[in-house]
């Protein structure tokens, strides 16, 4: 059981919720951008938390269902057509065999993420199926290749008939249109830096640079000025808010590196990181501070959702 792909689009990969246990041998923790569109898109199809999604970038992508499939579609609008017909977004659709399921260029937001009931299959690479493609790990090979024309995504037979269709809350779809303000929880090195430059930083917008990907996402804006002069290697989490000796700042993503030696401004949250990569070049957005335990607090109300 299969859907055929006959265009892929600029970028798209499989991502389950991503590969852990293994950054001390240097692995991407990989998994999707936006986690909030991933996880609704999962429980569309009635799938738990963790199954195997695509996550589509920017759109561009067509293909062809060769049997019967339950599927979703969340996140960036890439207006979706089913054989022409305008697709209803945030809510699961079955796609006929010899129907086409195709997407335009996003209109607002980056990414999309289509689930299929059951999740799609792909052999697990250190326990995971999430696509790096910097580190060659994952997806629908195994071997971190982004989808390429005539490539074949599989899924279960038995599980396309189980359930209903299902719409999302107006409350939890995303429009994207709007500037988001971020949460950052501020880190160990927040204070090393300069007072006046951290009140630009909390009080002025930044600006998404267009030399951002799944590694990392490069804000624009004031200038950050450090007075620490050296810094030791150190592990970083997902949203780590890097800032390099040009004085603006790196969101680090899903992609990233394991260790990193620039001073960070902090961290944000995860769902802060799921807005941002949602983010387009250019689109403006506002940091705001926030503590650990209230992060906790709103990713576990996210979280018991699923």
Request: aromatic share 6%.
């Amino acid at each position: 059981m299969s859907l055929l792909i006959e265009k892929p689009g600029p970028l798209s990969t499989l991502q389950d919720a991503g590969r852990f246990g293994v950054r001390h041998l240097g692995v991407a923790q990989g998994g999707p951008a936006d986690l909030h569109a991933w996880a609704w898109a999962n429980w569309l199809v009635g799938n738990g938390w963790g199954a195997t999604a695509l996550e589509i970038t920017l759109g561009g992508l067509t293909l062809t269902a060769q049997q019967p499939c339950r599927l979703a579609l969340c996140g960036a609008d890439m207006q979706a057509r089913v054989n022409g017909r305008p697709l209803p977004h945030w809510q699961s659709f079955t796609l006929e065999p010899g129907e086409t399921l195709a997407l335009g260029m996003a209109r607002s937001g980056v990414r999309a993420y289509l689930a299929v009931a059951g999740g799609f299959q792909a052999e697990p690479v250190l326990d995971s199926t999430a696509c790096v493609v910097r580190d060659g790990l994952g997806g629908h090979k195994g071997d971190g290749s982004p989808l390429a024309a005539g490539d074949e995504l599989r899924f279960d037979r038995a599980t396309q008939n189980a359930g209903s269709n299902r719409s999302l809350p107006e409350r939890e779809r995303r429009g994207y249109q709007d500037d988001p303000v971020l949460a950052l929880i501020p880190g160990a090195q927040f204070r090393h830096f300069e007072d006046h430059s951290l009140i630009e930083a909390l009080s002025r917008p930044w600006t998404v640079d267009p030399q951002s990907d799944r590694m990392g996402i490069r804000l624009k804006g004031s200038l950050l000025q450090c007075n620490m002069e050296t810094l030791v290697s150190e592990g970083l989490t997902l949203g780590a808010v890097q800032v390099p000796p040009d004085g603006q700042p790196i969101v680090l993503l899903n992609d990233r590196q394991t260790i990193g030696g620039y001073p960070r401004l902090g961290t944000l949250s995860p769902l802060s990181c799921a807005q941002l990569a949602q983010c387009r070049p250019g689109q403006a957005l506002r940091l705001l501070t926030t503590t650990a335990s209230e992060a906790q607090r709103e990713y576990r109300k996210f979280r018991a959702q699923f």
